[in-house]
């Protein structure tokens, strides 16, 4: 996987300007309340659109603006699966409200308590992302659901690729330093982290598609 490549290949579009106008326009849509769910359908939208674009070894992967219905609907699909495994979130989460409305009281069990909630929200979070990203790549191919909703073949598929994973994890999170770093820049920084970050992520996603679609590939070619 090529980090630098995420973060270049945008540029090498002779439409970059208006395709990133676009993403940055719907990235802020995307912040206001109720009407903010469509931005951000549109912009995972594009970011499938991105990762099909890779699949199919386009020169050019950054998409077109065409076809919202169809990335709406994909951008849907994608809210509705990150809802429904962020729903163990909410037990320990009220735990924690609870914590900080009580101030902080009940000595040394509730601070481990809430130690392990904590630790908790993290391997969750960290398991789910993983997930995600794995039902994604199915997403992309059939479109449907479901695809993020069959744990045991998405749990096949990221244990038997597990460093191509951890290799898309570490740079994902590194990407996201990166553009918090451009986002702190004086006026602009912000918008450029906003117009960047669906591609650059998206671009990421369809890497870790690509090599996983290659071991596949080679995988059946040695059965045969």
Known sequence: ????????FAFEDPQWGGKLALVLLWGLVAMVPLLGL??????????????????????RPLPEWTDFNSRLGDGFNALVAIFVYNIPNALPLCGLLLFVSS???GG??????????LLFLLLWNLFIGLMLATGATRYAETRQLTAWFQPG???????GNSDLFLQWLFYSVLANLVLGLVAGLPFVGWLISLALGVPVQGHLLGQLAVALAAREKDASADAA
Do not use: H, V
Not at 153 to 159: I, S
């Open 103 to 105: 101030g902080g009281e």
């Open 108 to 117: 040394i069990l509730a601070l481990l308590t809430l130690c392990c909630l």
């Open 38 to 59: 469509a931005g951000m359908a549109m912009l995972a939208g594009y970011g499938f659109d991105l990762l099909r674009n890779q699949l199919a070894g386009k020169p």
């Open 1 to 8: 996987m090529n980090l630098s490549r995420a973060f270049t």
């Open 153 to 159: 073949e998405l749990w096949d598929t990221l244990r």
